[in-house]
Nanobody
Framework: QVQLVQSGGGLVQAGGSLRLSCAAS????????TAWFREAPGKEREFVAA????????IYADSVKGRFTISRDNDKNTVYLQMNSLVPEDTAVYYC??????????????????????WGQGTQVTVSS
């Protein structure tokens, strides 16, 4: 497993923006699909967005499509989640994750938590109305 360290997050008013960062260790991180998940109080952990190892294939949950953007900079070993037009329903602990089993996969990134085996520590995002 690679080590994932998250930063960003915080408190923002509805309509505002935040950017989350996920910095990874190791030279092989660039070859793994990565994703963002979130977990609201009393809710199941849900898929938010994912990006393939190449950075060319991106998928999003319907609830965030058009508002959130996932990207990666493999030269910096970092994955980002840009969150715009935030609403109170976005309030949750956000986690980044890496699929270290599939190496340079040609398939689309996956949406299930069980498909990822390296996780960041989580960061709180709170959106006030």
């Amino acid at each position: 497993q690679v080590q994932l360290v998250q930063s960003g997050g915080g408190l923002v008013q509805a309509g505002g923006s935040l950017r989350l960062s996920c910095a990874a260790s190791g030279r092989t991180f660039r070859y793994y699909a990565t994703a963002w998940f979130r977990e609201a109080p009393g809710k199941e952990r849900e898929f938010v967005a994912a990006v393939s190892w190449s950075g060319t294939n991106l998928i999003y949950a319907d609830s965030v499509k058009g508002r959130f953007t996932i990207s990666r900079d493999n030269d910096k070993n970092t994955v980002y989640l840009q969150m715009n037009s935030l609403v109170p329903e976005d309030t949750a602990v956000y986690y980044c994750a890496a699929d270290t089993v599939r190496y340079r996969s040609s398939n689309l990134p996956r949406r299930r938590t069980s498909d990822y085996n390296s996780w960041g520590q989580g960061t709180q995002v709170t959106v006030s109305s």
